[in-house]
């Protein structure tokens, strides 16, 4: 099996999608360890539930970008992974760490890539009047948000969306695809070579699967 660390900062619903995945179907993978730069955040409590291990490393106890991702590097390596997941991790990582490792970090950013990289994604959406909204899985590299996209999710739009429903709809659909790709990474079908995706040894689409 695959080890597997995952990276949180929050509620942790997709860890929670990957734990039950990997419990009840054979993803071929395993988390063993979940890291979390919040700490009061509920996925570490997920975690515990599922007496995987946990970490705090809180970022206002550094000073630099730098000196909190040299000893993130040095935690998530303490675990000796295969695959780094970012789910819900809500900080830029630097060069250095992005390129340690490279072709096995994997994010879920909330909106259809290239489509709002960043922050407020569901808001940004809804005040563009889009009709369709979704959820990407990529590899992580240094420019923020814009590795290659493994698949897409969409969901619609309606017009009186708020934020909250929107952010709801998009998150079901996460919970569906996040296991799936690290399942296909667990299995040795997915990688990453010269900034493109591949399944199978077949170049994936420029937005990914849908
Ligand atoms: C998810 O919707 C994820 O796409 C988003 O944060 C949420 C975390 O939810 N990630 C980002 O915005 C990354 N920039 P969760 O903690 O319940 O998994």
């Given at each position: 099996?695959?080890?597997?660390?995952?990276?949180?900062?929050?509620?942790?619903s997709n860890l929670q999608a990957i734990l039950d995945r990997s419990l009840e179907q054979n993803i071929h993978g395993q988390v063993v360890a979940v890291i979390s730069n919040r700490p009061?955040?509920?996925?570490?409590?997920?975690?515990?539930?599922?007496?995987?291990?946990?970490?705090?490393?809180?970022?206002?106890?550094?000073?630099?970008?730098?000196?909190?991702?040299?000893q993130l590097k040095n935690l998530i390596d303490s675990y000796h992974p295969d695959l780094v997941v970012l789910a819900g991790f809500m900080?830029?990582?630097?060069?250095?760490?992005?390129?340690?490792?490279?072709?096995?970090?994997?994010n879920i950013h909330p909106s259809l890539l290239p489509k709002y990289k960043g922050l407020n994604t569901h808001s940004r959406a809804i005040e563009a009047g889009d009709t369709e909204h979704g959820a990407s899985v990529h590899f992580v590299t240094p420019e923020l948000d814009d590795g290659p996209v493994v698949i897409q999710s969409k969901v619609p739009v309606f017009k009186d969306d708020t934020e909250l429903e929107l952010a709801a709809r998009v998150q079901e659909q996460e919970r569906n695809i996040y296991p799936l790709v690290i399942e296909w990474f667990c299995r040795g079908r997915l990688t990453m070579e010269n900034n493109k995706a591949y399944l199978d040894g077949n170049e994936i689409p420029e937005n990914g699967y849908a």
């Open positions: 099996k695959k080890r597997i660390v995952v990276l949180i900062s929050g509620n942790g009061d955040a509920y996925g570490l409590t997920r975690a515990e539930q599922r007496e995987v291990d946990t970490q705090v490393l809180d970022h206002t106890e550094f000073e630099t970008r730098e000196a909190y991702d040299y900080r830029i990582l630097s060069d250095p760490l992005v390129m340690h490792y490279h072709g096995r970090m994997l």
